[in-house]
């Protein structure tokens, strides 16, 4: 069965300081998907990323970077130099090959205080 | 166009009456999504239509009625709803059922069933 596990279900810090959400999945698949969605308080899911089972390289966009790393079944999200605006619910996400389902962890909500 | 469009943005009614949920992309996405997602809790999904015939639905209760009339167009008919049926309803779209590409969301539609 799948699963994905967000342990840490709120976080906050000062603007421009760094912060990681963490994020580990369970799966029986080889082959997967990966996603982190953002949630503002508009309700909107915005996706962010998406990394399939066989790209392990990391990734950065802008002040976003994802750690995947299948030794320890995790994909951390990090955010560099927050601003307030990245205040939001964040979702890690994992999808099988077989299934068309994306099954969404419980969510890290991230206040970013100015 | 590059977005899923949710109507209406809210919708208050009650135990007895019958009303939809529509969502419109015109992406050319092939699948379809509905999600429930209740507060602070992260989306479940409901049903999933592919080339516009029904292939997923999570044993959800009978009052929700899906129906895809073509392949830009999802609508959620609602009947005899619960105040436990009070949630976010996500509408979602993608390239390919298979092939997992990541999801585009609407903002939702914000339903109260007093």
């Known amino acids: 069965a799948q699963k994905v596990t967000q342990a840490q279900t709120e976080i906050s810090v000062v603007e421009k300081e760094d912060v990681t959400l963490d994020c580990v999945y369970e799966t029986r698949d080889t082959t997967y998907y990966l996603f982190w969605y953002k949630q503002p308080p508009s309700g909107e899911l915005v996706f962010l990323i998406r990394r399939n089972s066989f790209d392990e390289q990391n990734e950065i966009s802008g002040r976003y970077s994802w750690n995947f790393q299948k030794s320890t079944s995790s994909f951390n999200f990090t955010i560099t130099a927050s601003q307030v605006v990245d205040s939001a619910v964040y979702f890690c996400?994992?999808?099988?090959?077989?299934?068309?389902?994306?099954?969404f962890g419980k969510g890290t909500r991230l206040h970013i205080l100015p | 166009d590059t977005e899923v469009t949710q109507t209406p943005k809210h919708l208050v009614m009650g135990m007895t009456n019958k009303k939809s949920l529509k969502c419109e992309q015109h992406?050319?996405?092939?699948?379809m999504y509905w999600y429930k997602q209740k507060a602070k809790k992260p989306p479940e999904l409901m049903f999933v239509y592919s080339y516009e015939k029904l292939s997923i639905n999570e044993s959800v209760p009978s009052r929700f009625s899906p129906e895809c009339p073509n392949s830009s167009l999802l609508n959620l008919h609602l009947h005899a709803l619960q105040p436990e049926d009070s949630a976010l309803y996500l509408c979602?779209?993608?390239?390919?059922?298979?092939?997992?590409?990541?999801?585009?969301f609407g903002s939702g539609t914000r339903l109260t069933v007093v």
């Open positions: 992406m050319g996405h092939r699948a």
């Open positions: 996400a994992l999808s099988e090959n077989r299934d068309d389902k994306i099954i």
């Open positions: 979602a779209s993608s390239q390919d059922t298979l092939r997992n590409y990541g999801y585009t």
